[in-house]
C-alpha cells in the first residue's frame, strides 16, 4: 500500500553495511522508498545531522546522498523549512514501480516487435519519408568531419590529449606478444565476455543500473548501437520521436532506416513528452536525458517517469544515450532513465568516445533480456564481431583501474577548460544571451536573437580560427524556433581557450 502523504519519516529499516559506500547505499535505500510510495511526495526528511546521528554515520554521507537525490529531482528544500520529497504525484507510475524494488533492467516482457501503419502525425511534427535509400541518404548524411588536430571550441571532442597512451601501448603489446590463438577466430558478435562483465561492473557502481553481462553488447561507438536500433526497432514508415533541436547523427540514423522523424520539442524538463500522445502511430523515441544534446537540459524526473509510463502504454521503446554522463561538474553521475525501467522498455546506449576518444570506436548498448538475442543476430550478419584487441586492451585497462582513474582525470581537465571559458568568454556580445550555467558535459549552447545574427557570429569567428557550431544545425529541416552557438571547451587547454575568446572579442567588437 502506498503511504499517505505528511506521515513523517521513519528511518527503521534502513540497514547499511559499513563496508560499503555508505551515500551510495543511503541514496539507492531513499530513492526505492521514495519510488514505491513507502515515503510520499511531500514527506518531510530530517535534517542531515539528525538522520546521521540515528543511522550512526557521518553528516558528510547524507549531505552527500540529500545533493544525489536533489539533483536527480527527487527531493527539493525550502530555505528554514527543510527538506521535502517531491515524486510528482499525478504521473501514472509504470506498473509494478510500487510494489518492487529496482532489480534491472526488466523481466516479463512482450516480445512482441510488430508494427502498426503510421495513421496520423500533427503539426508538432516535421514528417519526412524518402522512399529509397538512396534518396534518403542524400537528404540524410552527416557532414565529412572536421580533420586536424581540435581547436576551439570543436564539439564532441573530449580531452584527449590527456589519455595514457603510454599504458595503453603497453597493454597493447602485451596482447599481442603471445595472443590467445583461441581467439583470433571469429570472436561473439555481442563482444568479449570479460569487457561485457567489466562494463556491466562499471554501469552498476557508477550509475546504479542493475544490469548483468548478458544484457550487454559491444559496438563500435554509439552510433553503431542507435543505428542496430533503427534497424530492429522499426519499419519502414514507422515514426520515431527525436529530441528537436537534437543529435542529428541519430535522427539520420532512422531517417535512413526509413522511419519518420517526429521532432518533439525540447523545454526546461527535457523532451515535452505529452506530445508524443498526439502521433498515435510512434513507439520508440530517442532521448538524451542526463544532458540533452545540444541544449544541456536535464530531463526532470517527472519527464522521465511521463516517458517510461508512455513506453508502458504503447508498448514502445525508448533509445536513452547516456554519451557524456560522466561529465557532471556537482555531483555523482546522475542515475540513468534505465535504472528507473521496470517494464524493460529501455535501451541504454553507452561510448568510449567521451572518457577516451572518438576513433576508438567503442561503445555498448545494455539491453532489455529479449533484444539481447535480436540484436545479436544482427549483428553477426552485420560484422561478425569487432576487432578482438581493443576490446581485449580495453578489458585490461579497467581491470587494471586505469579507466577509473582516467575518468577522474578527465572531468578535472574538462572543469578546468569549462572554468576558462566562462572566465574569458566575452560578455556583452551583441544579440548573445549571457552565458548560461555549466553544470555537466563537454559544450554549452548561448542563445542568440535571431539565426542571422548566429550566422554572421559563426562566420566572424571562423574568419579568426575559432570553430563554433550554428544552432540551427541540429534542428530538423523547417522547425526551427531559436537560434544559437553551440562551443565544446573541452577539446583544447585553458590557454587555447584565453587566446581564442580573445581573438573572437576582437572579431565581434
Ligand atoms: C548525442 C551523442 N551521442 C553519441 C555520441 C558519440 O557517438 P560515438 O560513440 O559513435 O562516437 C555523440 C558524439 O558527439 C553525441 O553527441
Redesign the pocket.
Known amino acids: 500500500m502506498l503511504a499517505q502523504p505528511g506521515l513523517p519519516f521513519d528511518p527503521s529499516g534502513i540497514v547499511l553495511d559499513r563496508r560499503q559506500g555508505l551515500s551510495r547505499q543511503l541514496y539507492q535505500q531513499l530513492r526505492c522508498r521514495i519510488l514505491d510510495g513507502r515515503i510520499s511526495s511531500g514527506t518531510r526528511l530530517p535534517a542531515s545531522r539528525d538522520l546521521a546521528s540515528v543511522l550512526g554515520i557521518s553528516r558528510n554521507s547524507v549531505v552527500r546522498t540529500y545533493d544525489q537525490l536533489y539533483a536527480e529531482g527527487f527531493i527539493h528544500g525550502r530555505v528554514g523549512a527543510g527538506t521535502f520529497v517531491t515524486l510528482p504525484e499525478k504521473l501514472p507510475l509504470p506498473e509494478k514501480l510500487s510494489t518492487k524494488l529496482p532489480t534491472g533492467l526488466g523481466a516479463g516482457l512482450s516480445t512482441s516487435l510488430s508494427t502498426k501503419p503510421i495513421q496520423s502525425t500533427d503539426d508538432m511534427v516535421s514528417p519526412v519519408w524518402v522512399n529509397s535509400a538512396f534518396g534518403r541518404l542524400q537528404q540524410y548524411h552527416l557532414p565529412v568531419p572536421k580533420a586536424g588536430p581540435p581547436k576551439a571550441f570543436r564539439?564532441?571532442i573530449p580531452a584527449f590529449d590527456l589519455f595514457p597512451f603510454h599504458v595503453w601501448s603497453k597493454l597493447h603489446a602485451a596482447f599481442w606478444r603471445n595472443p590467445d590463438i583461441g581467439r583470433l577466430g571469429y570472436g561473439e558478435a555481442e563482444g568479449d565476455p570479460r569487457l561485457r562483465e567489466l562494463i556491466a561492473a562499471y554501469l552498476r557502481s557508477s550509475r546504479g543500473l542493475s544490469c548483468s553481462a548478458e544484457q550487454i553488447v559491444i559496438?563500435?561507438?554509439?552510433?553503431?548501437?542507435?543505428g542496430l536500433c533503427a534497424q530492429l526497432l522499426l519499419e519502414p514508415g514507422e515514426a520515431v520521436a527525436v529530441e528537436n533541436p537534437?543529435?542529428r547523427?541519430?535522427g539520420f540514423a532512422f531517417a535512413n532506416a526509413g522511419a519518420q522523424l517526429l521532432g518533439v520539442p525540447v523545454d526546461n524538463h527535457g523532451m515535452a513528452c505529452a506530445e508524443l500522445e498526439q502521433a498515435e502511430a510512434c513507439r520508440l523515441a530517442y532521448v538524451?536525458p542526463a544532458h540533452q544534446?545540444?541544449t544541456g537540459v536535464t530531463m526532470s524526473l517527472g519527464r522521465r517517469l511521463e516517458l517510461l509510463a508512455w513506453a508502458e502504454r504503447r508498448q514502445g521503446w525508448i533509445i536513452e544515450?547516456d554519451?557524456?554522463g560522466e561529465y557532471r561538474y556537482t555531483g555523482a553521475p546522475l542515475a540513468p532513465l534505465a535504472a528507473l525501467d521496470r517494464s524493460g522498455r529501455v535501451i541504454y546506449?553507452g561510448?568510449?568516445?567521451?572518457v577516451a576518444f572518438?576513433a576508438l570506436?567503442?561503445?555498448y548498448l545494455v539491453l532489455p533480456q529479449q533484444l539481447v538475442e535480436p540484436f545479436r543476430r544482427r549483428r553477426a550478419v552485420d560484422v561478425r564481431s569487432s576487432e578482438v584487441g581493443t576490446q581485449a586492451v580495453m578489458a585490461e585497462f579497467i581491470a587494471q583501474g586505469h579507466f577509473q582513474r582516467h575518468i577522474r582525470r578527465m572531468r578535472r581537465a574538462a572543469l578546468k577548460r569549462r572554468d576558462a571559458l566562462l572566465q574569458h568568454w566575452p560578455a556583452g556580445v551583441v544579440g548573445c544571451s549571457p552565458m548560461p550555467p555549466i553544470d555537466a558535459g563537454l559544450h554549452v549552447t548561448i542563445a542568440v536573437d535571431n539565426p542571422e545574427r548566429e550566422a554572421e557570429l559563426v562566420r566572424l569567428a571562423d574568419t579568426v580560427d575559432v570553430e563554433i557550431n550554428p544552432l540551427s544545425d541540429y534542428w530538423l529541416a523547417g522547425t526551427q524556433q531559436s537560434a544559437g552557438l553551440v562551443l565544446g571547451f573541452a577539446a583544447v587547454d585553458e590557454q587555447v581557450i584565453e587566446q581564442a575568446a580573445k581573438r573572437l572579442a576582437r572579431a565581434w567588437f
Open positions: 564539439v564532441g559496438t563500435c561507438g554509439a552510433q553503431q548501437a542507435i537534437g543529435y547523427a541519430a538524451t544534446y545540444p544515450d554519451y557524456d546506449v561510448t568510449f568516445a567521451k572518438p570506436r567503442l561503445g
